[in-house]
């Protein structure tokens, strides 16, 4: 799984690159500021991608083979609200809620999409979630080249015994990494 992430908090843009090997090992590139494990950082994303493929169930229920124009959905919910577990995180969006945008067939196995997801807290104003980029859902190679460079990269093992590795030696390349964790 490879994840671009841009998280707008209240003082700062958090900006990464996240590739998920063999459910094993986090590769992690950016993220200048976060201080904490590094496997907590996929908490935000896993929960954004958990929500966008609500979202995009809640669009088309028949799935992604279904979509073979553009379309434009438009949904208000006004009681169900969306409950997310990615199995690392949990959250909640409450009712009412409503969602626009446009899921556009991008080529064979790809979806593009832009959506607008607003939701309001109690007694609070509405919140503004906008989801954007491609899906892949295609039979293709991992999606980061072998000779990328890991240099300026952290290294999360998520299993107990090497939860804080951070080992990564300078020239390593995604390919000579894979194969030392016998992941091809």
């Known amino acids: 799984m490879h ?7 209240p003082d700062e843009i958090r900006k990464g690159e996240q590739l998920l090997l063999d459910s094993k090992v986090l590769l992690i590139n950016g ?4 201080q904490g494990p590094l496997a907590g950082l996929m908490d935000s994303p ?5 929500l966008l493929f609500m979202l995009l169930q809640e669009a088309e229920p028949s799935g992604p083979s279904a979509v073979s124009n553009t379309f434009k959905p438009e949904i208000t919910e006004p009681v169900e609200p969306i409950m997310l577990d990615s199995g690392i995180a949990y959250g909640a969006f409450p009712a009412p809620w409503s969602l626009s945008g446009t899921i556009t067939p991008a080529s064979d196995g ?3 999409y832009q959506l607008r997801f607003t939701f309001e807290h109690q ?3 509405k919140q503004l979630i906008q989801l954007s980029g491609l899906l892949d859902y295609s039979e293709r190679s991992f999606p980061v080249d072998d000779s990328t460079s890991l240099d300026g990269w952290s290294a999360a093992w998520l299993d107990l015994k090497n939860e804080n590795y951070k080992g990564l030696t300078p ?3 995604l390919g000579k990494f894979k194969r030392e964790m016998g992941s091809e």
């Open 3 to 9: 994840i671009l992430a841009e998280e707008t908090l």
């Open 31 to 34: 993220y200048k500021s976060y």
């Open 46 to 50: 896993m929960l954004m991608m958990h």
């Open 110 to 112: 790809q979806f593009r």
């Open 123 to 125: 007694d609070g104003p």
């Open 171 to 173: 020239g390593l390349t």
